[in-house]
């Protein structure tokens, strides 16, 4: 299970927040206008067009060709850039650059709209590509530990990384998962139930 602190270091934790929302009881269809839920997608949506236009002048100046594709995904903004060349070279070693990046990015988004984003980007489909082959590794690992017994310690990863493989352990009854270590050495560690 991961911890508050997992969800409160780095800026990729806002991509995948443990926040649980309380149960909704009795609350009728009247009680909920469409004009909340529109209101948020229109927010989210203003702050992926000032990221997009942040990034289409931060990509002019450096040089570099790329689509930027703008979606909402549930509470935030998400931002891709695709298509051109040489873009791993904003990705960076471990998506150090990339990281960068995005929190740039999230500061020019609040510069313009005065509140905190916590939209995500996306270059090359990288952080795609992180996130599918961490889930895997979550599995894998829980099913390993499931079979002989034995907790199993994983390398030393982001909180974001943890929370990704946090949820893939999730999904796989008999065992669970947790954060051991400090920063920056902080693993998870899938137990058996």
Known sequence: MSSEADTALDGENA???????????????????????????????????????????????????????????????????????DLTKLVGRKGEVLDALQELTRLAVQQSTGERSRLMLDIAG??????????????????R???????????????????????AVAKVKGVSSESEGAEPSRRVVVLKD
């Open 126 to 143: 990288w952080r795609a590509g992180r996130r599918e082959a961490l889930s895997a590794l979550g599995a894998e690992a829980a099913a």
């Open 15 to 85: 991509d995948v927040s443990t926040e649980i929302a309380a149960p909704v009881t009795d609350v009728e269809d009247s009680d909920v206008e469409d004009s909340d839920i529109d209101d948020s997608d229109d927010d989210l949506i203003e702050e992926g067009e000032i990221a997009g236009d942040y990034l289409e002048q931060l990509l002019d100046v450096l040089d570099f060709d790329g689509d930027i594709d703008l979606d909402v995904e549930g509470d935030r903004a998400i931002v891709s850039i695709d298509g051109g060349d």
């Open 145 to 167: 530990v499931l079979e002989t017994g034995e907790r199993e310690e994983l390398a030393p990863m982001t909180p974001f990384e943890r929370k990704i493989v946090h949820d």
